[in-house]
C-alpha cells in the first residue's frame, strides 16, 4: 500500500511538473522528475537511471530518421531485394508500370520523397511485391500474372505506395538499434564523421537492413500496417480515377492461387480473405469495375506476355 | 473515494489541462503560419509548379536544403518564394521541411543541430559513405539495378497523357 501510494505520488509530481513548464519535453519532465523522486526514495538509482533511458530512448524513434537518411535504407534494402530475385529486364513492361506507379505516387499523401518513386519487375513466378522505404517498388512476374486490368496492377501499386507513404519498413528496424544509431549521429553532429563514427553507423545501418528485409521477406507486417496500407490504395485509387474495386478484385485472384505454406504473400500477408473483409469496413461501395477500352489495351501490350 | 482514487483523478484533470494547453498552442502556432514563414528543400530536388497540381507548369527546380519562403498555404499545396531571383511557384508540402537543413558539417550552426530538433544535417548518418563501406562488406550485393531504376525518369507530360488516354479526371492534378 506505501508503495502505491508513492508511486501516485511521484506520477502526481510528474504531471505537476509538465503543468507548470507548459509543453516541456517529456524527456525533460522524466528527467526532472525522477531526479526529485530519487531524493524522496521513492526509486532506487538504479531505477532512474532506467526511466531517463527509456524516456531518452523515446524521444528518439523512426520520425528521426531524414528522408535523406530513408533514402539510402532504401537503395540497399531495394540491392537485397534484387540480389535475392531477379530484375525482369523487359523495358515496355517496366516503363508501363513506372508510368502507372508515378500518376499513382502523385495522388498519394506522401508524393515527394528524396529519391522519388521508381518501379521494377522481378523475374519470379512467387506471387509477390516489396516496398523499400524511400519509394523503391518491386513487383514480381507472379503477381503480375494475376492481374487482369489496368486498374489490378494499380491496386497493386498502390498498396505498396502506402506502405512507403506510412513509413512501414523504418518502423521494423529494432527500437534500441535505431535509438543508438540516431544518438550516435545526434552526438556526433557538429563534427565530421570519423572512421570509427563510420564503422559504428554502418553496423547498426547493416543491422537496420537485415530488420527491414527480414520483416519484409520473411515475417511480414503486421495486420494492422497491411490494413493501413489497403487503406491508404483505395483512397489513391479513388483519387486517381481507379475503381477500388479492382483491389479486393486482386485480392480475389490470391485468394484463389496462392498456396497455403507458400513462400511469398502466403507467408507474409493476412489472408486476402481477410483483407477484402477489413477494405469493405472502410465502406468504398461494391460498383462493378468498369472496364475502358484504352486502359485495357495498353495493359495488354505491355503486360499481356508478362 | 479512496485516497489514492482522488490523487488519480487529481492527476487525470491535470493532464486533461496540459493537453488542452498545448492544443491550444499548436493551433495558436499553425493559425500564425503562412507568411513569412522559411522552410527548406527536404528531396533531392524539388520542382516548383505555376498552379497547385503536379500537372501545372513547371517553373523551377530547387535542390536539397534550399530555403525558400512560404508565401501561402493551400494543404497540401504551399507556395513559395525560391532564394534568389527565382520566380514563385507550388510545391508539395511533402518537399518541405520545417527544419534547416545544412549542408556542411562545422561551424556554430553546426553547434546547434546536437541540442535542437529544428535542425538537420544534410550527409550525416546514413550517407553515401555508409553505403560505400557496406558495399565493401557485402560484394555480393548488387547495386546495379537500384542504380538503372533510379535513372528511369518518368516526364511530367507523359502523366498527363496517360491520365487522358485512360478516361481518368485530370481536373485535380491526379491526386489530392
Redesign the interface.
Known sequence: MRSLRSAAVFTLFLGGLAGAHGCASFEQVAKAGTSFARSQGVVTETQAQSIVKTTSAVAKTFEDITPEQEYYIGRTVGAVIVSRYKPYANAEANNYLNLLGQTLAQASDRPETFGGYHFLILDSGEINAFAAPGGLIFVSRGMLRLCRSEDAVAAVLAHEIGHVQLRHGLQSIDKSRLTQALTTIAAESAKTMGSKEIADLTRAFEGSITDITATMINNGYSRSFEREADAAAVSILSRVGYDPEGLVAMLGEMEKNLKPGGLDFAKTHPSPKSRIDDIRSLNVGGKAARVVAARQARFHKALGNI | MT??GK??S??RS??F??LV??LL?ASASAAAAGGGKAMSV???Q?QVRATPS?LGKIVGTLS?GDRVEVLEQKA?WIRIRPPGKGAPGWM?A??L?EKRILLK??GKE??V??SGGEL????????????T??KK?HR????S??DR??A?K?PQE??GA??K?????TS?????
Open positions: 485516497v489514492i490523487i488519480l487529481a492527476w491535470r493532464w489541462a496540459l494547453s498545448c498552442v527536404q528531396v533531392k524539388g503536379f536539397y497540401p508539395h511533402s518537399a521541411s558539417a562545422g553546426a553547434d543541430a546536437a538537420a544535417l544534410a550527409g550525416k548518418g546514413f550517407n553515401a559513405d555508409v553505403e563501406e557496406f562488406k555480393d550485393i548488387d547495386f539495378w537500384i531504376m533510379q528511369m518518368v507523359k502523366i496517360f491520365l488516354e485512360g478516361g481518368l479526371p485535380q492534378g491526379g491526386g489530392k
